[in-house]
């Protein structure tokens, strides 16, 4: 037995989670499919229906923020005419809930109880063609273990060249001081400093540098440039270049101010970040569905309503329905078209007024972030959320699903407003992000020759009311790639 859901619900289930971007081509898609419906200009809308913005902003107070238990008033659509409207629209919206409940409950039961049949010989070799088939991009240390391969690395050598480049991040910077890693091994320092050297000739020009500076000039080193402007100013004047303090660096070196302007051009010219052209295309551009802004006391919620298309139903066949003279065939098939057309219509509205409830349960319960910022990010679940708004929590992290927020803050994915939380001596929660930037500000002001255990971190934050066990401390420490403090000792 295998359960379907409707079509309907599908599709109501792909408009909610998808974002903007991905929002167009899927109404552009039925758009195509169903000849009845078609895209209504702003300007035209806005002289047949509501004022700009009414039942798409709602204005946040303090006395709101205080009391998150309730829920903005609702306001529905009427498909029909697409005007809003505080009459219920139909019973949608628990149906919608109901199915989708039933759906997630039904997929969590089928991932526990299905046993996959046993694939015959050929479709596992098919199987195992294509994974053998995909291609996958070399990282930067990939690059460097291949190239350790076949340089002039011994085999004495081979696991310190290994630990090297394990030390070395995406962008091609050794992250380790050599201090560190031969206090770790037991192996002199001299022997690490003979394979650095080796990984430094390697390509992309400047990996392996422990700062900018030394990959600048790594790079103008593998160029020859050492007797020229541009090795001077990097060598002895990087922090006035990097201030852009040009007087400066004319003085130092004794070249006129335009010299040093061209050199600090061809400066530029060099690769900053060596390992950038072995990361993944990770470039993104968000579009903010939902916007906050600040308006002297209160906070102002507005959905993005300019990058959804605007949908009608076409008159023509509104026309064509009524004359006489059609056939039953023409005239239901007008009437399954403008069945699907209103449902599609209707699906949008919901997918905004949901998206906009949610950001307003946001702003009331982060207040504070939206004042101070990240430091006073409160936990919060997407079952409480959930609970104020009126939908299962499922829709919750739905609606959320790759939706961003843009605050007076910041521009921040939905979802990272949903995090669990730590117990403060007051009894009132903080989110476990908070702790966590105060933990690295903690270690960022330390004693380099006096580094902090866990154990005084626990201590400090107990002091500041925060109970934490030390193994979250370490955990928190690890993830921000913070070393335990044996290693980050400065001898």
């Known amino acids: 037995m295998q359960q379907v859901l409707a079509p309907q619900l599908q599709q109501s289930l792909?408009?909610?989670?998808a974002p903007a971007m991905e929002l167009k081509e899927l109404v552009e898609q039925e758009l195509q499919q169903n000849p009845l419906l078609e895209e209504v200009q702003m300007e035209d809308q806005e002289q047949s229906?509501?004022?700009?913005?009414?039942?798409?902003?709602?204005?946040?107070?303090?006395?709101?923020?205080?009391?998150?238990?309730?829920?903005?008033?609702?306001?529905?659509?009427?498909?029909?005419?697409?005007?809003?409207?505080?009459?219920?629209?139909?019973?949608?919206?628990?149906?919608?809930?109901?199915?989708?409940?039933?759906?997630?409950?039904?997929?969590?039961?089928?991932?526990?109880?299905?046993?996959?049949?046993?694939?015959?010989?050929e479709d596992e070799e098919k199987?195992?063609?294509?994974?053998?088939?995909?291609t996958v991009g070399t990282s930067l240390q990939e690059h460097l273990m291949e190239q350790i391969r076949v340089s002039e690395v011994t085999e004495e050598q081979r696991p310190l060249a290994e630990i090297l480049v394990g030390n070395i991040d995406d962008y091609g910077y050794l992250k380790?001081?050599?201090?560190?890693?031969?206090?770790?091994?037991?192996?002199?320092?001299?022997?690490?400093?003979?394979?650095?050297?080796?990984?430094?000739?390697?390509?992309?020009?400047?990996?392996?540098?422990?700062?900018?500076?030394?990959?600048?000039?790594?790079?103008?080193?593998?160029?020859?440039?050492?007797?020229?402007?541009?090795?001077?100013?990097?060598?002895?004047?990087?922090?006035?270049?990097?201030?852009?303090?040009?007087?400066?660096?004319?003085?130092?070196?004794?070249?006129?101010?335009?010299?040093?302007?061209?050199?600090?051009?061809?400066?530029?010219?060099?690769?900053?970040?060596?390992?950038?052209?072995?990361?993944p295309d990770n470039d993104q551009y968000v579009l903010p569905e939902v916007f906050v802004v600040k308006q002297e006391n209160e906070y102002l919620v507005t959905t993005n309503n300019e990058q959804i298309p605007h949908l009608r139903i076409s008159n023509t066949y509104k026309d064509l329905m009524s004359q006489a003279d059609s056939s039953s065939e023409v005239r239901e098939y007008i009437r399954e078209k403008i069945r699907a057309g209103k449902f599609l219509i209707k699906s949008l509205h919901q997918r905004q007024e949901t998206i906009r409830k949610i950001g307003i349960e946001i702003v009331v319960r982060?207040?504070?972030?939206?004042?101070?910022?990240?430091?006073?990010?409160k936990p919060l679940t997407m079952?409480?959320?959930?609970?104020?708004?009126?939908?299962?929590e499922t829709t919750v992290s739905r609606a959320v699903s790759g939706k961003y927020m843009q605050t007076p803050q910041g521009v921040f994915?939905?979802?990272?407003?949903?995090?669990?939380?730590?117990?403060?001596a007051s009894g009132e929660g903080m989110s476990n992000r908070s702790v966590k930037d105060m933990i690295a500000d903690i270690f960022k002001g330390e004693d380099p020759n006096k580094p902090l255990s866990d154990q005084e971190v626990v201590q400090m934050l107990t002091d500041k009311g925060i109970a934490i066990a030390r193994r979250t401390i370490a955990k928190y420490r690890s993830e921000l790639n913070i070393l335990p403090s044996n290693l980050r000792r400065v001898y």
Request: overall charge negative; glycine content about 6%.
């Open 383 to 392: 079952v409480q959320v959930a609970e104020v708004v009126g939908v299962h």
């Open 49 to 121: 229906e509501r004022p700009s913005g009414e039942a798409d902003t709602q204005i946040i107070t303090k006395a709101e923020a205080a009391d998150p238990t309730e829920p903005p008033a609702d306001v529905n659509f009427d498909p029909a005419t697409e005007k809003p409207s505080t009459e219920p629209v139909d019973d949608f919206q628990a149906e919608f809930e109901r199915l989708t409940q039933l759906d997630q409950e039904w997929r969590d039961h089928f991932a526990e109880t299905n046993i996959p049949m046993r694939a015959s010989q």
């Open 176 to 279: 380790a001081t050599i201090e560190e890693m031969s206090y770790s091994t037991a192996v002199p320092q001299e022997e690490f400093l003979e394979v650095l050297k080796i990984i430094q000739s390697f390509h992309p020009p400047g990996v392996g540098a422990s700062d900018l500076r030394e990959c600048l000039l790594i790079q103008m080193q593998r160029l020859g440039k050492q007797k020229t402007l541009e090795y001077k100013i990097v060598h002895g004047y990087m922090d006035a270049l990097g201030k852009r303090r040009m007087p400066e660096i004319a003085r130092g070196t004794g070249e006129d101010v335009v010299d040093v302007q061209k050199a600090i051009a061809r400066i530029g010219l060099l690769e900053p970040r060596p390992g950038r052209a072995f990361l």
């Open 127 to 134: 199987r195992q063609f294509m994974f053998d088939s995909m």
């Open 413 to 424: 994915e939905m979802k990272y407003f949903f995090t669990s939380g730590i117990s403060t």
């Open 14 to 17: 792909a408009l909610l989670q």
């Open 366 to 377: 982060q207040r504070e972030f939206m004042d101070k910022g990240v430091a006073f990010l």
